[in-house]
């Protein structure tokens, strides 16, 4: 039972979808709460669909808002005389079944905080769901023709109606159809969401040490002090809002900026001040008013803290393309990289965000370029002209990352290409290596594309600059990483870092390392928080016994391959070795034992293989998502699944209830009463007996 599915997997997503809903509506119907299972299914289906993370465990009250007043109104059709489903009430047993079953994502919100979300929003949902100007353009239409008497659920009468609508005959809201169509052509409507991969965990220091390093920056040092400069009572600028040249001058020297004031008219050609000037006034630490350059009050706890202040100023980089790139005259053009600006600083640092391996720059100036043959039309030129426009972008681009590096973001260094940068091809359709960021694989990846000549070319020329000898690496500090983790959780991205899952309970820790988590990561989170609960022992006790409460068997199985692999020095072997004659343990224990190598079937008893096979068919009902999903499955087994069913129903595997849903399905699948293939499987095992008897 995954909590995130990949995007496109949408086979698996159902098969969980489903099992999901199934078991909340038996639970909400044993606990007397409201659930409307259409309704459970939209809320899933907008967390997997809609959303830049996916996590179905995880609602933050931004969630519920979208959902209820924005995802909701957009996709679902609720005809004229149909009766109205309690969304906010179906989502209210939802979140508690989730906190109740141990699905929750533990770096959530508390359920209380969940639930007071939905109570904030629910009284707006009917007007939401009124609101014509928030449907998607399918429910548009389809509700314009409900509300005209015409049978939406007759093809031919709605086509009949369509053909009305085109020639003018049918009546219908031009402003609210006009306002659906610039949502959806602009990107805002939620169904155009791109999913973002979730990024590999990462490792910080304390906030304490990172202040340290922020104070160090002398970009922190100059924004201060301009802003101590300036002071409350300001300094006086020109008409076009420039320092005087007297006051440029006496700043020049206060900062200590290098630029040459001797013989200068304007502080326009201080360009060095004029980017600090221009970068403090982004950070919001000084603003111009009433004719004087003024330091912002409200950022004095700002200018307090080195860290706040370093994170201000690394949150304003995205802001100063014009100080930056921009042209200083009208006898130069900007660079592609001044149009698209935004949008690449962002997809360079989150490419190299969470990287174990610095980033050669000649990869990333050349994935890059992709980007710029995506975004412009550069069929027009030849082939000097677009390799003059490429170098005036990589141009403007060391420029940014020039003053990323001076901030303290980036570091730079030369050596030798991490052998991974050389197994990705630009050209064609290729597998990347296992663990590659997501953003590295969107600019660097191009699978599925046609061998192109020249892009063959193209790689085969970056592979030998690659391998020539040592080039430029690139990666981000921790003050960088920091920042760009800060803008990552901002947008709703899934970012890991170690050490925040320290005070999880143990389901939720072991739910989110095997979901989440590589290995190594993995195996310091899980140090870090049995560490943090000082006997050892008995905080191995909890995690064993979160696996044992887990109701979902596929999940528990995961959890429990966690322990395995993340305890060191064998002791996950030694602990699940440990649990082998544990009765409610011993079938998840055995299919870990077995998948990991380190038990055959030879090594098992009778019963042991009876058990290993009963978890292996009760994971595979699960992983068809129960129901009608895993009746297919055993039906597309054919007769081969009829024994192996039959003998599984007289295991001793502790899962009495998901043996008797077993059955049935069995029964229906095969068309073979449950009943029948318990008798059967008895016979045969008697008879078998009785046999090699006879044989000694």
């Keep these: 039972m995954r909590m995130r599915c990949e995007a496109g997997a ?6 969980a979808c489903g099992l999901l809903v199934d078991r909340l509506v038996q639970w909400a119907g044993e606990q007397g709460l409201p659930v409307d299972g259409f309704m459970a299914e939209a809320a899933l289906d907008y967390r997997h669909r809609a959303t830049a993370d996916g996590r179905l465990g995880l609602w933050e009250p931004r969630h519920v808002e979208e959902l209820l007043l924005c995802w909701l109104p957009e996709t679902i059709t609720e005809l004229p005389g149909e009766e109205r489903g309690d969304a906010p009430g179906t989502l209210r047993t939802l979140l508690r079944y989730l906190h109740a079953a141990r699905l929750a994502d533990p770096r959530g919100p508390a359920l209380e905080d969940s639930l007071a979300a939905v109570d904030a929003v629910a009284e707006l949902y009917p007007g939401a769901m009124a609101d014509r100007t928030r449907w998607g353009l399918a429910k548009f239409w389809a509700m314009t023709a409900a509300e005209q008497g015409v049978d939406v659920l007759d093809g031919a009468a709605l086509q009949r109606f369509a053909e009305r609508a085109q020639r003018g005959e049918a009546a219908y809201d031009q402003q609210a159809l006009d306002m659906v169509m610039e949502r959806r052509l602009t990107g805002r409507a939620l169904s155009s969401v791109a999913r973002a991969e979730p990024q590999l965990p990462v490792v910080l220091p304390p906030d304490d040490e990172l202040r340290r390093r922020a104070e160090a920056s002398a970009i922190v040092v100059q924004l201060r002090g301009l802003a101590e400069w300036a002071g409350r009572d300001g300094r006086a600028v020109t008409e076009a809002g420039r320092l005087r040249m007297a006051d440029a001058r006496e700043l020049v020297d ?6 040459k004031a001797e013989g200068v008219r304007s502080s326009a050609d201080l360009p060095r001040l004029g980017l600090l000037v221009e970068w403090a006034k982004k950070a919001r630490l000084v603003r111009v008013v009433k004719g004087r350059l003024c330091a912002v009050a409200r950022a004095r706890p700002v200018l307090a803290d080195p860290l706040q202040l370093w994170l201000r100023a690394f949150e304003a980089c995205f ?15 900007e660079s592609m990289l001044f149009d698209a600006y935004e949008d690449v600083l962002e997809d360079v640092l989150n490419t ?15 994935s890059v370029h992709l980007a710029y043959r995506a975004r412009f039309q ?13 170098e005036h972008a990589d141009r403007d681009l060391r420029t940014v990352l020039d003053t990323m590096v001076e901030l303290g973001a980036i570091e730079r260094e030369r050596g030798m290409t991490d052998p991974v940068f050389l197994e990705v091809d630009l050209s064609a359709e290729s597998e990347l290596p296992e663990g590659m960021p997501p953003e590295l694989a969107e600019l660097l990846g191009s699978a599925g594309v046609a061998p192109d000549p020249t892009a063959q ?22 003050l960088g990483t920091r920042a ?8 709703g991205r899934d970012a890991p870092l170690v050490g925040e899952l320290a005070q999880a309970s143990a389901t939720g820790l072991l739910g989110v390392l095997s979901e989440d988590y590589d290995p190594d990561a993995a195996r310091v989170e899980l140090a870090g928080w049995i560490a943090a609960r000082g006997e050892r022992d008995a905080a191995l006790r909890r995690l064993v016994e979160a696996v044992r409460s887990m109701p979902f068997r596929v999940r528990a199985q995961a959890m429990l391959a966690v322990l395995l692999v993340a305890l060191p020095d064998g002791e996950g072997e030694r602990l699940l070795r440990g649990l082998r004659g544990d009765a409610a343990l011993a079938p998840l224990v055995l299919t870990a034992l077995t998948h990991h190598e380190l038990l055959s079937p030879e090594d098992m008893t009778d019963a042991e293989q009876l058990l290993l096979l009963a978890e292996n068919l009760l994971q595979l009902v699960e992983l068809a998502g129960g129901g009608d999903g895993a009746e297919e499955v055993l039906r597309a087994q054919g007769s081969e699944v009829r024994d192996a069913v039959a003998a599984v129903l007289d295991s001793a595997h502790p899962d009495r209830a998901g043996l008797e849903e077993l059955g049935q399905l069995a029964a229906r699948a095969l ?26």
């Design 10 to 15: 949408e086979e698996e997503f159902e098969a």
């Design 671 to 696: 068309r073979t009463p449950a009943a029948r293939l318990g008798r059967a499987w008895k016979r045969r095992r008697t008879a078998g007996k009785s046999g090699r008897k006879r044989h000694r």
């Design 319 to 333: 802001e100063l393309r014009q100080a930056l790139i921009g042209a200083r005259s009208g006898w130069h053009v």
């Design 352 to 366: 190299v965000y969470s990287l174990p391996y610095p980033m050669p720059w000649p990869r990333l100036r050349d």
């Design 484 to 491: 760009v983790r800060q803008r990552l959780l901002a947008v």
């Design 254 to 259: 206060v900062l200590g900026t290098g630029d």
């Design 457 to 478: 070319e193209r790689d085969r020329r970056l592979r030998e600059e690659l391998t020539a000898g040592p080039v430029e690496l690139i990666r981000l500090t921790e």
């Design 378 to 390: 550069l069929d027009g030129g030849s082939d000097v002209q677009h390799r003059m426009w490429f």
